[in-house]
């Protein structure tokens, strides 16, 4: 389905003044016609009978008044036949017989800007019933660029853990033909496809750097991970979703992953596993600073010939200081005063 712009005259405003115009003729043709006895009996009948057709059917003509707002679009069908599509703001007169359809005029996405969106109360309405009723949700199309927020997943990454991620899409409609035409409903179609497209790509990616994991699909291991590499993971999400969408007339402007975490039922266990390898770590460059210490020491010791150390005193000597630089406690010192042997 290809996209058909409608480049109507805006002469909205001249027919709404010329059916107004025509019904106070009307009104005031029938009031003088009914008692202008000099009128011929024939020619009076015929004015009665126009002025009573008009005042009873000319209503629908203001079904073709159309208004406009910027980045609002109405696609316009005419016995099922697609007649085209208004883009362009200001006030319109089509067709009355020209149909507005808008599939997904009923559906209201997370945090999407929508066009007229929420409920509105009829002032008619509400006078002829004294209660607040809803209108009719709105035909019209936004062209402004909205943003999807759809709710956490919860996924198993590449290595199999369950995580939970959130992500928001920004997006706009670029072809309102395709997006009316094409899909049943393009809101809740971008929706599935953003599901869709989170699980492919999220199942690629470990949620921490891994060893011997392919993310880029090169055949080469990297250290691609969900939480250092975010950028790219929300570019390939982007990607992903505009290459099912774009049949739908939708374009995807930019993907943020907006929440990401361990599933609560392995939150806490992979807390103590990155606790155990931070202390792991620390262990580690407590070792290498100890067992530098300790060469530096003994180094010194003999370049200035402050004491002479067989190798039993030496080992003694290491086995000390690490036991005081490699402790999670402060040493106590003893004192010796005699030989040691």
């Known amino acids: 389905m290809k996209e058909k712009i409608l480049n109507n005259k805006k002469n909205g405003m001249f027919m709404l003044v010329l059916i107004i115009a025509l019904y106070a003729a009307a009104f005031i043709g029938l009031i003088s016609t009914a008692g202008a006895w000099f009128i011929p009996s024939a020619l009076r009948g015929l ?8 005042l ?4 629908i003509l ?14 316009l069908t005419l016995f099922g036949n697609y ?7 200001g006030f319109y007169f089509v067709n009355p017989f020209c149909v ?58 590449v290595l199999g853990n369950p995580i939970e991620i959130g992500i928001a899409v920004m997006w706009k409609v670029t072809d309102t033909a395709k997006a009316v035409f094409n899909v049943d409903n393009y809101k809740e179609y ?25 993310t880029s699909g090169d055949g080469i291991a990297d250290e691609g991970s969900l939480r250092g590499s975010s950028e790219l993971v929300a570019a390939r999400i982007r990607d992903e979703i505009q290459s099912k969408v774009a ?7 930019e993907a943020r992953i907006t929440y990401l975490a361990y599933a609560p039922e392995i939150a806490a266990v992979m807390l103590q596993r990155q606790q155990a390898s931070a202390i792991i770590d620390a262990r580690k460059m407590i070792v290498d600073g100890a067992v530098g210490m300790v060469e530096m020491a003994l180094e010194r ?29 402060d040493a106590q010192p003893i004192v010796n005063s005699g030989s040691l042997y």
Do not use: H
Request: charged share 25%; net charge negative.
């Open 301 to 329: 010791l003999s370049e200035n010939d402050v004491v002479e150390l067989d190798e039993e005193r030496k080992a003694a000597m290491v086995s000390n200081l690490l036991v005081v630089l490699c402790g999670s406690k």
């Open 83 to 89: 007649v085209g599509t208004l883009k362009e703001e």
């Open 56 to 59: 009873a059917f000319g209503w």
């Open 100 to 157: 507005a359809v808008n599939p997904a005029a009923n559906t209201r996405l997370s945090q999407s800007g929508d066009v007229d969106s929420g409920d509105k109360v009829s002032l008619l309405s509400t006078l002829a019933t004294g209660k607040q009723t809803a209108e009719a949700p709105s035909k019209k199309i936004s062209l402004k660029t909205m943003t999807l927020s759809n709710s956490r997943q919860k996924i198993n990454d």
């Open 247 to 253: 049949d739908a007339g939708i374009e995807i402007l």
């Open 47 to 54: 004015i009665i009978f126009l002025c009573i057709a008009w």
């Open 190 to 214: 971008l929706s599935l496809q953003c599901d869709s497209a989170v699980r492919n790509i999220v199942r690629l990616y470990p949620y921490d750097v891994a060893p011997n994991v392919d």
């Open 62 to 75: 203001l079904l073709g008044l159309k208004v406009i707002k910027p980045q609002e679009a109405l696609v």
